[in-house]
């Protein structure tokens, strides 16, 4: 069994542990809309399941995040991932997921949220 991703309109529906002959013969509806996915996998690496140690076998690290209900497929990179959060985040096109401008102030005992309009973390 493995994990399979519907997509509709380059937005995963709903994600599924079947069989791929369940997928092929057209159980769930079109075959061309599931995609398979990774569950290990995270911005283009494979993990050890049950681990955050990289496997020795990166062939298993597919379409670089595992795919969620709401993230995007991208057809044309073959990846599955976040939607952009603020039209100011940038895109780590290696990896396939969004990053913020500013570095988060970590050594900071507040909580932040990203202010969109002064593109700074401001204290919640």
């Not at 911005?43 to 298993?60: E, L």
Request: aromatic fraction near 18%.
């Amino acid at each position: 069994m493995s994990h399979f991703a519907e997509v509709i309109n380059g937005v995963v529906k709903r994600v599924l542990v079947v069989e791929q002959s369940y997928i092929d013969e057209g159980y769930l509806g079109d075959p061309s809309n599931w995609i398979q996915t990774s569950y290990n996998t995270r911005h283009g690496v494979y993990y050890t399941p049950n681990t955050n140690t990289p496997d020795p076998d990166q062939s298993k690290a597919l379409r670089k995040n595992f795919a969620q209900v709401g993230v995007v497929y991208d057809k044309d990179r073959d990846a599955f991932y976040e939607q952009q959060p603020y039209p100011s985040w940038l895109f780590n096109e290696s990896e396939c997921f969004w990053y913020c401008p500013v570095d988060y102030p970590w050594d900071d005992p507040y909580s932040y949220e990203w202010n969109e309009e002064l593109l700074e973390w401001s204290k919640i």
